[in-house]
């Protein structure tokens, strides 16, 4: 059947947010699906009436339709270089393409760079992508080509991790490895700090990009601080405060894994270091049981919360952990904190720390507001591009 023929036809007033350049479809706001399409393909989104509204990748779920333009278009390779070259003009003009200091950053943020369900990080030369729907998965190889052509010679290999991100009863069985060419270096430099990256078994595709400025702003505090680093992953945050002129920093986290990546990238910045140690243990208990006597403390847990159904339980979680910190810093002391879930927004984060200082008893004042960096760039129509919040706090009596 030709590929005019699959659409999806939105209820009438249901179209609204679809004509306001929101582009997920969710599965109530359709009256109908015709051409009995498999997951992954492109189909035409109309209104009610018939009109035209755009094309998008069709999924079984909750989020049935993500719209990957609503323009006349084909998603063919043209489309994709496109797109994948204002990305990386995009991320010229904020002075991380070809930067000295840094070689590491996000090229393409899903929804906001308008390619819902990809997300493609880009290391020192290799491109680790990562599908989050079945449909961008299925133009995998399609987009492997379409970023040597945008990259030219930037683009050294391309790996897709997509293992473990695309929906758990997906009719698709992704393996992960490289699309295309291979990686001579995992070493990649961030602001001037050396860094090892795992894209083939650690979390995520490897690294925490998004914290890269948030860890630039922990430098100015750390100067002949203590600084503890809790859910402390590869150890970014340890190594800007050591670089900073930290005298003490302590690395926590539950998985051993984690540590040793951090104790590798702690040896590749500062061979010989003994003012770093590494700690194994379980965060929430290692807070409750350890005098928290440091000058800095970072906590930036996994996203508590990846579905609304549960958001009241993220929110008990991000409230327990704080107030356990806030009640058992020094007067004087700094704490950087985050949320990393997309359905914890900044207004209800805010609030749950501020409850958190209250049970504390303590008197905290607000130094930054802190969010993810412009190589995350938030789809103004598409407010939930935004997920990464944080709050530096300056804890008195």
């Known amino acids: ?34 051409g009995n399409p ?26 049935t339709g993500r719209i990957i333009s609503f323009d006349d278009a084909i998603a063919d390779k043209e489309f994709f270089v496109k797109r ?24 393409v943020h899903g929804e906001g760079d308008g390619l819902p369900g990809l997300i493609i990080d880009y290391y020192n030369g290799t491109a680790v992508v990562q599908c989050h729907s079945i449909g961008m998965y299925r133009s995998s190889e399609l987009i492997a080509e379409s970023l040597k052509e945008a990259l030219g010679d930037r683009l050294k290999a391309v790996y897709n991790k997509s293992g473990e991100t695309l929906p758990k009863k997906s009719p698709v069985s992704p393996e992960d490895g490289y699309l295309w060419g291979a990686s001579d270096t995992n070493e990649v430099l961030e602001y001037g700090n050396r860094f090892l990256i795992d894209w083939e ?29 809790t859910f402390c992953y590869t150890g970014g945050f340890s190594v800007y405060a050591l670089k900073a002129g930290a005298t003490k920093v302590h690395s ?18 500062f061979p010989g270091e003994s003012s770093h140690e590494s700690v194994n243990a ?6 409750r049981e350890v005098d928290t006597g440091f000058d800095v403390v970072i906590l930036d847990p996994p996203a508590f ?75 103004i129509f598409h407010p939930e591009s935004e997920y990464l919040k944080g709050l530096v706090l300056y804890i008195e009596d």
């Open 84 to 107: 994948l070259r204002s990305a990386a003009r995009l991320r010229k003009e904020i002075g991380l393409l070809d930067a000295e200091h840094t070689n590491v950053f996000r090229l």
């Open 305 to 379: 919360a990846k579905h609304i159904n549960v958001r009241h339980n993220a929110v008990q979680g991000y409230k327990r952990l704080n107030a356990e910190a806030i009640r058992r810093m020094k007067s004087g002391s700094v704490l950087f904190t985050f949320s990393c879930s997309q359905v914890v927004d900044r207004q209800l984060f805010s609030n749950t720390i501020a409850a958190a200082a209250i049970e504390a008893g303590r008197k905290v004042r607000i130094l930054h507001n802190l969010s993810q960096p412009a190589d995350h760039p938030v789809n």
């Open 252 to 269: 926590v986290d539950s998985s051993a894994r984690a540590l040793e990546l951090t104790d590798k990238n702690i040896a590749l910045n």
């Open 1 to 34: 059947m030709d590929k005019l023929d699959k659409k999806i036809i939105l209820k009438k007033g249901k179209d609204r947010p679809v004509r306001r350049f929101h582009p997920w479809i969710f599965s109530g706001a359709i009256a109908k699906i015709t």
């Open 282 to 287: 379980d965060v929430v208990k290692y807070i």
């Open 38 to 63: 498999e997951e992954g393909d492109v189909l035409q989104v109309t209104g009610a009436d018939g009109e035209w509204l755009g094309i998008a990748h069709y999924q079984n779920g909750s989020i």
């Open 201 to 229: 078994k650690g979390q995520k595709t490897g690294f925490f990009i998004d914290q890269r400025e948030n860890r630039r702003l922990l430098s100015t505090f750390s100067k002949g601080k203590s600084v503890i680093n």
